[in-house]
Every structure is written in C-alpha cells, then in structure tokens.
C-alpha cells in the first residue's frame, strides 16, 4: 500500500508556465510534508516544506498548497525555467516522531521545455 | 549547504559477497539514514541511527544488512552476503532532527 502518492508520474511545460504537481496521503499522522528535488547523478535536495497547521507555504517561484480535511498538497512551480527540469519527490513524516522517518512518493518527473 | 558524501559512487560485487557502503554525514548531525531506491521506483526507507542505535528499521532491512558508526567516522551499510535483488541506489542521509540532508548515493550492481 503506497502511503504517499503523487500524479502525474511526468509533466511536460513551457518556459514561463506554471508547473502543479499532486501529492496524496494516507497517515493521518503525518505532519510534516517536505518535497525534493532531484537532479540525474544528485542526491536529492529539500526544495520546500510545510506543517500541516498551513494550508500554503511559499518559497519564491514554489509554493505548497495544503489541504488536511482532503489528506492532499501540491506544489505550484511559477514562471517554470528550463532548470526547473529535475524529478520532484513529495514526502511525509511525523514531526514529532524521533528521527524524522520519510516516507517517499514516486516521483514527478518535470520537463521545461524552452 | 551541508554535504553528506557517499563512498563510493558505484560499486560492482558478486553476489555472496561482502560490501560496506561509506557515508560521512554532516559534521553535527546527530541522526543516520540508509534509503534505498531501485530504478524508476521510490526512495524506501531502510534504517535510522541516533546515539550508537538503530532505533527503527523497516521490512527491507533485511538479516543481511547491518550499520554502525563506530566512534563518529563513517555511518556505514553492510551487507553480507550480497543477493540480486540488493542492486539499487542506496542513499544515506543525515539530520539534526529537522531538515534531512542526502547523500548523492552509491549505485550498487550485484552480479
């Protein structure tokens, strides 16, 4: 049973478009929703996070819209740029849980294309 | 940003052998990760680490495998023997209890 899933599996836009990428939850007690952005050969790296007592959290051209009642979130990629173009992994986790367990989606993989 | 480095980036083993997978965490980190993540799959969770002591490890963790970081140098991943199917990207991570910094993984092939 996947905990954590997120649509689609990859997105193509434009330069300048705005790109939305979907995550989904099952946990009702995960609280904490990080995402990672992940370049070919790279580790992943944070991009942007959010707790679940927020509904949006915006970090320049990201922004996470949250919603709890639904168990959902996306993430909103503005004025996309070419090095945009990465794989983007929604994760969850228990913020008060020792350790910080992530639990991983699959993955969006983002193109931009110019 | 801080860096967790992965030694090394690739290895090739025979399967029933041996390998110990190499992470030097960032410098305060006080928690330890291994994930495991096969092509076009998820990252999964293996492991975490914290004062000497696994403190939760997940189904894939199997008998074979076993981490330690003896006296703060590297956080390292054994496994002994290897099979098949533990071909896959291993990333380790780090953090102080917030934020997780990852590795750029090591890409293991058993053959």
């Known amino acids: 049973q996947q905990q954590v899933r997120q649509s689609p599996q990859s997105l193509t836009v434009w330069e300048g478009e705005t790109a939305i990428l979907n995550c989904s939850y099952e946990n009702s007690a995960f609280d904490y929703f990080p995402w990672y952005q992940q370049f070919p050969g790279e580790g992943p790296a944070l991009l942007i996070s959010i707790l679940s007592v927020s509904n949006k959290k915006e970090d320049g051209r990201f922004t996470i819209f949250f919603n709890k009642r639904e168990k959902k979130l996306s993430l909103h990629i503005a004025d996309s740029q070419p090095g945009d173009s990465a794989t983007y992994f929604c994760a969850a986790s228990e913020s008060n849980s020792a350790g910080n367990k992530l639990t991983f989606g699959i993955g969006t993989r983002v193109l931009v294309r110019p | 940003g801080p860096k967790v480095l992965q030694i090394p980036s690739h290895q090739i083993i025979d399967m029933g052998q041996m390998v110990t997978l190499n992470c030097d965490p960032v410098s305060n980190h006080l928690y330890f990760y291994w994930y495991k993540q096969i092509l076009g799959q998820q990252m999964e969770f293996l492991v975490n680490?914290?004062?000497?002591?696994?403190?939760?490890k997940s189904k894939l963790f199997k008998d074979q495998f076993s981490v330690e970081r003896p006296d703060g140098s590297y956080f390292t991943l054994k496994i002994q023997p290897t099979a098949l199917e533990d071909s896959a990207v291993y990333f380790c991570?780090?953090?102080?209890?917030?934020?997780?910094?990852f590795g750029k993984g090591t890409r293991l092939t058993v053959v």
């Open positions: 680490f914290y004062n000497g002591k696994v403190m939760e």
């Open positions: 991570a780090s953090s102080l209890g917030g934020e997780v910094f």
